[in-house]
């Protein structure tokens, strides 16, 4: 898929084994630790504002409790952007008609008859993630994925305002 060192026009470049076990183990790192010990002081800060009786102190304890939900939520949403929970939960299809409506994409998705093994799946899924990532709301999205030890995915954009469709290529090899 190469010419002269360079990527072919619509050619996507899917990630390697490597980079889909370490970007799904920083989002299980920042889920199981960070967001976890986050939402515990969140916990706690509501059970002492339940035993505080200082409406100056209340109000102080519930802004601190609003900042800490707001850092939880961007936690989650920086942990979803380097690897979407949901395709690992989910599966394929599933996950990625999730990421889609999270993004505001509307999704047209075409999907082998059998299921894809995990690993394959994955790297396929965060492929079209990042694709998505990069595309604004309101756009229409059409993805074809075939293959069994070859997998050819197919992305086909069309962005609002009129513009052309757009279409993208990978392959991954699997096994």
């Known amino acids: 898929m190469r010419r002269t060192g360079a990527l072919l026009a619509g050619a996507l470049r899917p990630p390697d084994h490597a980079a889909t076990r370490l970007r799904h183990g920083i989002e299980r790192t ?47 949403q920086v942990g979803s952007e380097i690897y979407p929970p949901v395709l690992a939960s989910a599966g394929l299809g599933p996950g990625l008609l999730a990421v889609a409506e999270r993004l505001g994409l509307s999704l047209l998705l075409d999907l082998p008859r059998g299921a894809l093994d995990a690993e394959t799946g994955s790297r396929a899924g965060l492929l079209v993630a990042d694709y998505f990532a990069t595309l604004p709301p309101g756009s229409v999205v059409r993805v074809r ?14 962005q609002p305002g009129g513009s052309p469709p757009r279409e993208h290529r990978a392959v991954l090899r699997c096994g």
Do not use: Y
């Open 30 to 76: 920042l889920h199981d630790g960070a967001v976890s010990e986050i939402s515990t002081l969140a916990l706690e800060l509501g059970m002492i504002s339940a035993l505080v009786d200082d409406p100056e102190v209340e109000a102080k304890l519930a802004a601190a409790q609003h900042r800490v939900q707001r850092v939880v939520d961007h936690l989650r």
């Open 145 to 158: 994925v075939r293959g069994r030890r070859i997998i050819r995915v197919n992305i086909t954009d069309r």
